[in-house]
């Protein structure tokens, strides 16, 4: 049974930090791409960062400089560093696991910013 459980997120005042981590079992960590999306209140999910297999990075305009996803293959888990955050960056943030024609996706975990 594959899970990807999101921990991290909470309340954070704007110009402060937070770090989400996402833990991955039941599958071959090591030969996914992973990524980050959050989705906002009335508006779509959309991508935040992504990392493959191999570690190539890729993040979204909005989060360039702020935000650095990584993974510890060892730990099989995925993080998100994210900096300097402001209130648009409230949403509920989503670790997605894919390769090949399977995807999967965590339950979610919320983070607010606001003063």
């Known amino acids: 049974q594959v899970r990807l459980v999101e921990s991290g997120g909470g309340l954070v005042q704007p110009g402060g930090s937070l770090r989400l981590s996402c833990a991955a079992s039941g599958i071959i960590f090591s030969n996914y791409h992973m990524g980050w999306y959050r989705q906002a209140p009335g508006k779509q999910r959309e991508l935040v960062a992504t990392i493959t297999s191999d570690g190539s990075t890729n993040s979204a305009d909005s989060v360039k400089g702020r935000f650095t996803i990584s993974r510890d293959k060892g730990k099989n888990t995925l993080y998100l560093q994210m900096n300097s955050l402001t209130p648009e960056d409230t949403a509920v943030y989503y670790c997605?696991?894919?390769?090949?024609?399977?995807?999967?996706w965590g339950q979610g975990t919320q983070v607010t910013v606001s003063s």
């Open positions: 997605n696991a894919a390769r090949l024609q399977s995807g999967y």
